[in-house]
């Protein structure tokens, strides 16, 4: 038997210029939460970096794949450096809405 | 009234990578019913938050089961999550303040957010946590037939 993995969840990195793209499929759940973290880490820190999250083809997320991206959130915040969340599916919306955290990936206002 | 109530019973490790299995079983009862898209999508969210509860903190390291009883009513479906562990700490059932909403980036903890999913996604979310014996939590989501008005 296969060890079990939720809906194939998967994290294809591209990057053009400054501007790193993840792109997140599948469903990013707790047991797929350490590989997450694991393609986040080395980016999260990089401040040449223009980090986005495109979510197009997440079919689901829980609380624990809300918790990364809020420390993913934090640690940009700190960092002063651009980080965002793109193309969010009606039902994700909706639990960003609820948990309110909404309200911090909305696109932020540069020093232009 | 009748309140003729079938059961579906589950029982798995307690262990992350079962979860999605909760979420299919889920699914097919769930649709079978007539629940909505969205109905559906909202108890696979919180079914989950309860199932991750369990695996997270019932058993620490030491291996567990966990126990997911589907109650099929007429109206409604009820889905309760038990299992034998530690019971967990810091369930506050009113939920209201672990949402962000009142709070600054500096002040967000993460974590906390999944009892209050629970809670903003179901009808009925009721915890009971008893020391040593472990946690149950039974979620209630009534079917809506609002465009069968007769």
Redesign the interface.
């Known amino acids: 038997m296969n060890t079990h993995k939720s809906e194939k969840f998967q994290a294809k990195t591209e990057t053009e210029g400054s501007v790193c793209t993840v792109f997140l499929s599948g469903e990013l759940d707790l047991s797929v939460a350490p590989d997450f973290r694991l393609v986040m880490e080395p980016l999260v820190g990089d401040k040449g970096l223009d980090l986005v999250i495109n979510l197009k083809e997440l079919r689901y997320i829980d609380s624990t794949g809300i918790g990364i991206l809020l420390s993913i959130l934090k640690a940009r915040h700190g960092l002063e450096v651009k980080f965002s969340v793109v193309e969010v599916p009606s039902q994700i919306q909706k639990l960003f809405d609820m948990t309110g955290i909404s309200k911090f990936f909305a696109p932020q206002e540069d020093s232009h | 009234m009748s309140d003729d109530v079938q059961k579906v019973i589950l029982q798995l490790p307690a262990s ?6 909760v ?1 299919l079983n889920l699914y097919g009862i769930a649709s079978k019913m007539g629940f909505t898209y ?1 109905d559906i ?1 909202d108890m ?2 919180a079914v ?2 309860a199932c ?1 509860n369990s ?2 903190y019932a058993y620490g390291q030491k291996d567990g089961v966990v126990d997911v009883i589907f109650e099929v009513g007429a109206k409604s479906l009820s889905i309760t999550v038990k299992d034998e562990g530690e019971s967990f700490d810091g369930l506050d059932s009113s939920g209201e303040r672990m ?5 600054e ?2 002040d ?1 903890q ?2 906390g ?2 009892f ?2 629970m809670q ?2 179901m009808d009925e979310v009721s915890v009971v946590s008893e020391t040593g014996k472990g946690t149950v939590v039974t979620l209630t989501k009534r079917l809506n037939f609002t465009e069968e008005k007769v």
């Open positions: 992350a990578e079962y979860v999605d299995i979420r969205e999508e696979k969210v989950s938050e991750n695996v997270l949402t962000l909403h009142d709070k980036l500096s967000v993460v974590g957010l999944g209050y999913l903003a996604l």
